[in-house]
């Protein structure tokens, strides 16, 4: 019998976490049962079930995967010199996000996923620590990322590094929420919003 190959057994993984996530966007993750997702995916249980144990497993993969997702994608960004500032380092990161995660699937869509892996993570305690994980590590980037900012003139030390990237957080948490909540909201208008606070202490220097 001829080998599987690895390219093909992570095509397949590929082709269950998206589908499973369309299917979770679309209804909740309470409403949506196995069969729905093995019916989005077109493949048999035995299939499916190789690859994940039943409906925990799969949300716990997706939502690790967004966090990782978000984290590559602010290390990536961030990367040039001096760093972009973060109207723009923002916008690239939620645009990446928001629209290359799930294949056939709008903004809105993958923020409302999103959205209900925060809220899961009430209820499940294996989906908590992976939250806690992925908060401490965007932390982490964005705390060195203040740290340039200082080093290259583009902000003042005045207040807490770890506290500027805890509001930076929070600032793409909310654009999410607000994708997730009522949709047809462009990158561009966080972006706009952030240059626009950004500038207030230069307008009151000059």
């Not at 269950?16 to 069969?35: E, K």
Request: with cysteine; hydrophobic share 45%; aromatic share 8%.
């Amino acid at each position: 019998m001829a080998r599987v190959s690895q390219e093909h057994l992570d095509a397949r993984r590929r082709q269950i976490l998206d589908g499973a996530a369309r299917c979770f966007a679309r209804n909740g993750f309470h409403a949506t049962s196995m069969q729905d997702v093995l019916t989005e995916v077109g493949l048999s249980a035995g299939a499916v079930y190789r690859y994940f144990s039943g409906k925990e497993e799969l949300i716990a993969a997706i939502a690790a995967e967004a966090f990782a997702a978000m984290r590559g994608a602010f290390a990536e960004a961030s990367k040039a010199t001096p760093p972009p500032t973060p109207d723009v380092l923002l916008g690239a990161v939620l645009r990446l996000v928001l629209e290359e995660r799930i294949p056939g699937a709008d903004r809105q869509v993958f923020a409302r996923l999103i959205l209900q892996v925060w809220s899961e993570t009430l209820r499940d305690e294996r989906l908590f620590r992976i939250l806690v994980e992925g908060f401490n590590g965007m932390r982490g980037i964005w705390t060195e990322l203040v740290e340039v900012y200082r080093e290259t003139g583009l902000m003042a030390a005045d207040v807490p590094a770890d506290r500027v990237a805890r509001t930076l957080i929070a600032t793409a948490q909310g654009y999410i929420a607000q994708q997730a909540l009522f949709g047809d909201v462009d990158v561009e208008v966080l972006q706009d919003g952030l240059r626009g606070l950004m500038s207030m202490g230069s307008q009151s220097a000059s």
